[in-house]
């Protein structure tokens, strides 16, 4: 049982900590090994620093971290300058706030009869045993507010653990020094082919005959690339044009820094020598920042297939494209980059791209974020530092693409039979087919 605290709640309280990378092993949680003060005491006593985290059915998590060792037979306090409560999540939503100690002297308190329990009956969550009922444990224990941790940035424990002491799960981690071992899965996340030159050629046989709906005059789609500074929307561009070439391409122009070596909207055309020209241009645009960004006008002349010459604040706006996209009729789907940094073991063989845990909960987490469905996100390595052509680097940029241009054509059918019932309006209509490019 590998817990239910994901990298990024890992990731936040190592920061927390402060102290490095940290390895987190499931020492007791209570729907495994039962909601008992002794079952506790014996698996996490003399363990070192913890996490103890509390789940509730309202998809709050919170809990308390000590450096210091829980030891029922201390029956008593433990001074620990270094513990702090948290909140994770609110009612389902993220929510970060870290409670400081104020009085590091009763920071922790260990007793045979009792769970874990911080501060002066700040978490005080239950004594001897408790039954689960229809999935939920309700915990008889007590919380006193700001009592010896700080209680900045809330009013109540209501704002924390939505009024009351029911859960679904307890755990309790050990801290180590390192970094966890990548984890992968013993079955993919999402059912996929071998990438390797068979597949290859099929993506690219299937690519180049697509082709746009019949009742269209359009040349071709218009796939707009958007993203933050550096996301590597310039190099997927590229990705793209390897793939079908067979060497590695240099034509949209690639680079680092805190602002976007793409300033202006640069459509590419690709090309290869059995087709020719093919049915869709990939578009890129100049990155998001905080500070510089296309805005709302913009962004409705770009879907429009014209356009002129991660912070909250990129979310915001991502999330701003987002919803004006759904209103003209746009479909949208994500670049998951850089899954090489996700995860090294990928980064090593593409291959596990689609069994790694991290990358499968960078997938849930982007949908999570920005709010479209999981099969919308496709995780994508670009050409960086090779220089010769990949078989398994092309398969997974076309599996991609092609993903892509089946939404493109979904969204062109849907605005059509939006004209066709509207076809009794009198006069010729003009109608925009967002994100294509026509004749």
Known sequence: ??????????????????????????????TRDGCSAQTFHTKCDKKGPTVTVFYNPSGSVYGGYTSTDWDQKIKGHSSDAAAF????????????????????????????????????????????????????????GITSFSACYKMDGVSSWAEINNGDLDVNELEVYQLTEGREPDVQLERSWRTVPDLNNKKLSELTAAIQSQK???????????????????????????????????????????????????????????????????????????????????????????????????????????????????????????????????????????????????????????????????????????????VASNEKINCLALLALQQILYAAEDGVENLLMKRESASNKTGRELVEVCGSECE
């Open 212 to 386: 746009t709906p019949g009742k269209t005059k359009m040349a071709g789609y218009r796939l707009t690339l958007i993203g933050p500074v550096g996301s590597g929307k310039s190099s997927y561009c590229n990705t793209i044009m390897t793939a079908f070439q067979g060497r590695v391409s240099h034509r949209a122009a690639c680079g680092k820094g805190d602002t976007s070596v793409t300033n202006t909207f640069h459509p590419y055309s690709v090309k290869t020598e059995a087709c020719g020209l093919l049915g869709f241009k990939l578009c890129d645009t100049r990155g998001i920042s905080d500070k510089a960004c296309l805005d709302l006008t913009e962004y409705k002349h770009l879907v429009q297939g014209h356009i002129p010459d991660l912070s909250a604040e990129i979310l915001q706006k991502i999330r701003a494209l987002k919803m004006f996209c759904i209103r003209k009729g746009v479909s949208q789907a994500v670049l998951l980059t850089h899954v090489e940094l996700i995860d090294p073991d990928v980064g090593r063989d593409l291959e596990t791209v689609f069994k790694s845990a991290q990358v499968a909960e960078s997938v849930k987490k982007v949908s999570d974020l920005i709010g479209l469905p999981r099969n919308s996100i496709h995780p994508v390595k670009n050409y960086e530092c090779e």
């Open 85 to 140: 409560l948290f909140q994770l999540a609110f009612s389902g939503k993220k929510k970060v706030i870290r409670f400081c100690v104020k009085d590091p002297t009763k920071s922790i308190y260990s007793s045979p009869y009792c769970g874990p329990l911080f501060g002066a009956n700040d978490i005080y969550v239950f004594q001897n045993t408790v039954q689960e009922s229809n999935g939920v444990f309700k915990l008889a």
């Open 1 to 30: 049982m590998a817990g239910k605290l994901s990298r990024e709640q890992k990731a936040q309280l190592e920061d927390w900590i402060g102290q490095g990378p940290k390895t987190f092993r499931l020492l007791y949680a209570i």
